[in-house]
Nanobody, 121 residues
Framework: QVQLVESGGGLVQPGGSLRLSCAAS????????MSWYRQAPGKERELVAV????????NYADSVKGRFTIARDNAKNTVYLQMNSLKPEDTAVYYC??????????????WGQGTQVTVSS
């Protein structure tokens, strides 16, 4: 069955760094766009970063540009989120997402269970 397992969250001081990992199984990882979302208490889930299956291009939310880097290793079926210069407003549960929209008969959208990131002194 499909699994997305996040790891690497924790408590970090402002200005610090964390690297999140998401290990995928049960689907053709290289054919899926992989994203990281986050949800802070009382707020809606928001897209943080995406890395596309075709070509490996990336997009970032304005709030994390220049601080976060998304990367994927198709050989390991893993996507990463390197987070630097962390701020208290980055505190949230971070979720891994896998999505495939084409062809229509192979569509899929999967979520991990989330990992907590807390930025506090």
């Amino acid at each position: 069955q499909v699994q997305l397992v996040e790891s690497g969250g924790g408590l970090v001081q402002p200005g610090g760094s964390l690297r999140l990992s998401c290990a995928a199984s049960g689907f053709t990882f290289s054919s899926y766009d992989m994203s990281w979302y986050r949800q802070a208490p009382g707020k809606e889930r928001e897209l943080v970063a995406v890395i596309f299956s075709a070509g490996g291009s990336t997009n970032y939310a304005d709030s994390v540009k220049g601080r976060f880097t998304i990367a994927r290793d198709n050989a390991k079926n893993t996507v990463y989120l390197q987070m630097n210069s962390l701020k208290p407003e980055d505190t949230a549960v971070y979720y891994c997402n896998a999505e495939r929209i084409a062809p229509i008969w192979l569509r899929g959208n999967y979520w991990g269970q989330g990992t907590q990131v807390t930025v506090s002194s």
